[in-house]
């Protein structure tokens, strides 16, 4: 299947590199990316000839339709256009979470897919983890019975929540999707899944309540980059922490020094000169945000099941999921190797094993990026047999929960998911 690829920052290279390894099912054909150095690095990965690299979606969409794919990995404001229009040119989508930004943008571009009758696999990629995976094969197995109850746990973790959340993309409410949707719709799509019924009621509380003013050190300043600062040695969050030890994350320098780097892998002075001159040099108590940082959420599925989302920046990270059935009980810590399971019938535990991947739950998806590109091939082939693939219908009435919960939070009110979806002409059951 030939493949175009619309946005080539960490989401857009991870896939491509994925694709790369995978030439019996997959040849990119073009790129576009208005940053030289991705669009650069795209096109030496697939040695791709000037005329098959475009500066941004616009133009490699305003082109006769020249592949059967097109993995759309932009920015989160920057999904619905393209989408849209790729959707208008025939392609097929590989499309990134969150779908969009707003419940509107997500049901327009579920109804252009269903009138042009392509089909779109939405990048939940937590489905394909192993650990979600072995969940999921329990629960269809019939281990634990009929599950009653979910508890989950999204542990941000302190520093990523501080880097995208507080200094960073996503750090402002009512210029980006809410958390809910920006982190949490891996969380809220993964218990959906599980449960496989729809969800009738949600409810949430959360705010920010550390990373204000007010919290501020006595004496810190608004700018955490080339200050004094008198906690700077015991401060987690410091810039020369986060960003400039040689521990620092490849991802965090990267986009830290977005727009000062011709490299995709920037240079130390690079990545200084973007803390001097961005929001990532700002002290994490004065970084202008509002965005939540802890969040529960409440839901109630049909027959009575009951679940519990717990969103949080005060945390190592990672995630945790607890299933309460009538036959049996599960946890599991996604970064363990064993899902544990205590059976009420032979009073013993029994352990699952989780195959082995490079990548951890907290940074990379723990195996879920190679399985969905893997997938994408039979999804969009005749005989899918599969039991993990989001289309784009099933992920809307998901990201419905997440912006129903939204509401529910700013108004202090519990949201009816199919009078909520009503309004928008989007049918839930």
Known sequence: MKVIIIGAGGRGHRYARIIKDLPDKFEVVAVAEPIKARRDSIQKLFNLPDSACFLGYEEILAQPKMADVAAICTMDDMHTEPALKAIELGYNLLLEKPVAQTAEECVAIARAAEKKGVSVLVCHVLRY????????????????????????????????????????????????????????????????????????????????????????????????????????????????????????????????????????????????????????????????????????????????????????????????IRLFGTKGELYANANDTEITVWDFNTKETKNYPVSKTEESIAGGHGGGDNGIVAELYDYLGDNYRGYCAADIEISVKNHMIGFAAEQARHNNTVEDIKEYCDKLGFKYD
């Open 129 to 320: 983890a192993p650990f979600y995976k072995t969940v999921k094969k329990i629960v269809m197995d019939g281990v634990l019975g009929d599950v009653m109850s979910v508890i989950a746990v999204e542990a941000v973790g302190n520093i990523h929540q501080s880097h995208s959340y507080v200094r960073g993309d996503w750090h402002k409410e009512g210029e980006t999707t809410p958390m809910l949707l920006a982190k949490c719709c891996h969380d809220l799509d993964i218990i959906q899944w599980i449960l496989d019924k729809p969800c009738k009621k949600v409810t949430s509380f959360g705010e920010l309540t550390y990373f204000k003013p007010e919290n501020a050190p006595e004496g810190a300043p608004r700018r955490c980059y080339e200050n004094e600062c008198p906690v700077r040695e015991d401060c987690p969050y410091s810039c020369d922490k986060v960003y400039l030890a040689d521990n620092s994350s490849d991802w965090m320098q990267r986009t830290a020094a977005r727009g000062y780097s011709n490299d995709f892998w920037p240079t130390y002075d690079e990545v200084k000169e973007g803390l001097a001159n961005t929001n990532f040099g700002a002290c994490v108590f004065y970084a202008n945000n509002d965005v939540v940082d802890h969040q529960v959420v409440n839901m109630e599925f049909e027959g009575g099941v009951t679940a519990s989302l717990t969103m949080n920046a005060f945390n190592k990270g990672g995630r945790y």
